[in-house]
């Protein structure tokens, strides 16, 4: 019997203007991993190489801490995974280091919150994209 082939789906362009830029990506754990991003696939899974782990401290604890100042937040436990592949499936939020111009040798660079960054310059929302 021959089996008829499912077309391929291309990746989706719109990530792959992000190849070898650095992300932030949260998934649905709360968890979130700050990486490059090396390759994306038509289901948005992401592999990042030089990757960081970051999750906040556990309930458990925070709760069993002893006199701590209530003004001060939890420590964020971070960790070097190196290469990861993240499933599209727990991506919640995807963000992109934005550089932006500043003086001298110390250039100025932050995060794009809530939005994901275009190549050309404007924000869009992922989700009205169909990428996450």
Not at 54 to 81: A, G, L, N, T, V
Request: net charge neutral.
């Amino acid at each position: 019997m021959a089996q008829t082939q499912q077309p391929y789906e291309t990746p989706s362009p719109f990530l792959q203007g992000y190849i070898n830029r650095t992300l932030r990506v949260t998934t649905t754990d709360d968890r979130f991993f700050i990486g490059d991003l090396k390759c994306t696939d038509r289901d948005r899974n992401l592999i990042l190489a030089s990757t960081s782990e970051y999750r906040s401290p556990s309930s458990f604890s925070s709760s069993s801490s002893s006199s701590s100042s209530s003004s001060q937040s939890p420590e964020i436990k971070d960790r070097h995974i190196g290469l990861v592949v993240i499933p599209g499936n727990v991506i919640t939020k995807i963000e992109v280091e934005e550089r932006t111009t500043g003086t001298g040798t110390n250039p100025k660079r932050g995060w794009m919150f809530g939005q994901f960054g275009s190549p050309g310059g404007g924000q869009r929302d992922p989700r009205e994209m169909g990428i996450i």
